[in-house]
Nanobody, 126 residues
Framework: QVQLVESGGGLVQAGGSLRLSCAAS????????MGWFRQAPGKERDFVAS????????YYADSVKGRFTISRDNAKNTVYLQMNSLKPEDTAVYYC???????????????????WGQGTQVTVSS
């Protein structure tokens, strides 16, 4: 079992920044790849970014490239999402997810993840 706890969400003006954190505990085998997803009201859960334990195989959704940065500190079992130049369309509940070793190309698919956090709300005002 893996427990994931997100933090760092909040209300920010357009153009501002936030840093989300996700602390993992439990079976580290199941945190080989960590990902961030988001879901806006009435919309599907969308991929945001993912990273492998080694720090390689980093992927971003086109909508956040150049603005968001994913990173992880394996010593702290924590993954981060630095979000800059935030836009109102970034407003959503952000979820942290983890999974064991699987092909990297599938890291953008939410249904390949085994464990999920409870989510943290990010609201960007215009």
């Amino acid at each position: 079992q893996v427990q994931l706890v997100e933090s760092g969400g909040g209300l920010v003006q357009a153009g501002g920044s936030l840093r989300l954190s996700c602390a993992a505990s439990g079976r580290t085998f199941s945190t080989n790849t960590m990902g961030w997803f988001r879901q806006a009201p009435g919309k599907e859960r969308d991929f945001v970014a993912s990273i492998r334990r080694s720090g390689s195989a980093i992927y971003y959704a086109d909508s956040v490239k150049g603005r968001f940065t994913i990173s992880r500190d394996n010593a702290k079992n924590t993954v981060y999402l630095q979000m800059n130049s935030l836009k109102p369309e970034d407003t959503a509940v952000y979820y942290c997810a983890s999974r064991g070793p699987r092909p990297d190309y599938s890291s953008t698919n939410w249904n390949t993840y085994d464990y999920w956090g409870q989510g943290t709300q990010v609201t960007v005002s215009s």
